[in-house]
Every structure is written in structure tokens, then in C-alpha cells.
T-cell receptor, first 114, second 112 residues
Framework: NAGVTQTPKFQVLKTGQSMTLQCAQD?????MYWYRQDPGMGLRLIYY???????DKGEVPNGYNVSRLNKREFSLRLESAAPSQTSVYFC?????????????FGPGTRLTVT | DAKTTQPPSMDCAEGRAANLPCNHS???????VYWYRQIHSQGPQYIIH???NNETNEMASLIITEDRKSSTLILPHATLRDTAVYYC?????????????FGTGTRLTVIP
């Protein structure tokens, strides 16, 4: 049981390049989330998927797109990377997107945009 | 969701209890109090949550005041591995997550 896995662990992009961050969970959870964490800051929600087939914007969605590929997988795409998107990205999952449901986090992807 | 206020940093001697406070004076009746922690550069780790009653699990205890406007996370016997940033989060029961707010947390340093 691996929990939440993320790939890649590290990535360096040039401004304007695109990439997709992958996330998978093996806990049969319905809800999945993408966060970003900038140095010295708390986590900010980018997008979430309450259930398979649905996605919704979080606090900071601009510049990102997401795809809930199936119940296990939730990807985050940067279409045209900008230096302001340099951050650590965390994926998380929970049984449901409601209060009372704890979230389990992946190890993170460290992205640098030059 | 109600916002929370936490002290930016705290120290605790190894083996002693660590008591981390959180103020959530605008909490409403259906909002839970969650605690997570983040050990350097790792993904956040769930610790405990509660609605009204005090809660205890293998990691910690959560004490919520009767008026629910504040809470305290207690690590009964802190170890060096408990050094981390601790986040107090208040979240409603309704479906949706676009107002989940982690804040900047309390940096707990356990001292040998």
C-alpha cells in the first residue's frame, strides 16, 4: 500500500514550457487535491476533485489545468510555465471532500521555472 | 470556513508535553477542527480532528473549549522527531474544498 505517489520528484522548466505532474492513490479514495507551497508559506489549494468526473477551482487556479483520469489518478498541467509557478506541489486524497474526512498527502514535486 | 490564529513558533523540551494552541473564534457549529503537521520538506501528515468533544489517538490529544473558540493539540511526550510545523485548520462539513485554508502554522522545535 503506497498511499499517495507523485511523479516526478524534481523538475526544472524554462519559461513557456509545459509539463504535467502526475498523482495516484491506492486507498480507493473519492476525492483528490492539488496544493502548492511557496517558501515559508502554508499550503494553498489549486484544484480539487470531489469525485471521479468532477473538478473544481481552489484558491489559486490561474495558470493550471487538471484532469481526473480515473478514481486513482489526478494530474496537474502547466500549459506555459512562469517563474511565479516555482513551488513545491503536493497531491492529496481523502474519502470525501467534506469535513470529518482527513487528507493523505504525497511526498511532493519540487518545480523550478527559470 | 473560519480562519485560525496560531503562534508562529514554540519550543519544547524532549520528553515533556507539547501544548500547541489555536484560536478559531469565528468557528460555526458544523465546522471541524483539524491538526496536521509537516516535517521538513515532506508532505503534511494528518494528526487528529474533532467537532465538539476532546479526542485522543496514538499520536496526540485534542482539547476543544466548551465554546469551541479555541483548541489545544497535546503531544504527551515530545521527541526530536516531533520537530515540525503544526497546522490548525477549521473546515465545514459541506461538500467542497475550495475554502480549505492551511495558514502558516506553528513551528515546534523539540530541544534535547
Amino acid at each position: 500500500n503506497a498511499g499517495v505517489t507523485q511523479t516526478p520528484k524534481f523538475q526544472v522548466l524554462k519559461t513557456g514550457q509545459s509539463m504535467t505532474l502526475q498523482c495516484a492513490q491506492d486507498m480507493n479514495h473519492n476525492s483528490m487535491y492539488w496544493y502548492r507551497q511557496d517558501p515559508g508559506m502554508g499550503l494553498r489549494l489549486i484544484y480539487y476533485s470531489a469525485s471521479e468526473g468532477t473538478t473544481d477551482k481552489g484558491e489559486v487556479p490561474n495558470g493550471y489545468n487538471v484532469s481526473r483520469l480515473n478514481k486513482r489518478e489526478f494530474s496537474l498541467r502547466l500549459e506555459s510555465a512562469a517563474p511565479s509557478q516555482t513551488s513545491v506541489y503536493f497531491c492529496a486524497s481523502s474519502e470525501a471532500a467534506i469535513g470529518g474526512a482527513e487528507q493523505y498527502f504525497g511526498p511532493g514535486t519540487r518545480l523550478t521555472v527559470t | 470556513d473560519a480562519k485560525t490564529t496560531q503562534p508562529p513558533s514554540m519550543d519544547c523540551a524532549e520528553g515533556r508535553a507539547a501544548n500547541l494552541p489555536c484560536n478559531h473564534s469565528t468557528i460555526s457549529g458544523n465546522e471541524y477542527v483539524y491538526w496536521y503537521r509537516q516535517i521538513h520538506s515532506q508532505g503534511p501528515q494528518y494528526i487528529i480532528h474533532g467537532l465538539k468533544n476532546n479526542e485522543t489517538n496514538e499520536m496526540a490529544s485534542l482539547i476543544i473549549t466548551e465554546d469551541r473558540k479555541s483548541s489545544t493539540l497535546i503531544l504527551p511526550h515530545a521527541t526530536l522527531r516531533d520537530t515540525a510545523v503544526y497546522y490548525c485548520i477549521v473546515r465545514g462539513y459541506e461538500t467542497g474544498a475550495n475554502n480549505l485554508f492551511f495558514g502558516t502554522g506553528t513551528r515546534l522545535t523539540v530541544i534535547p
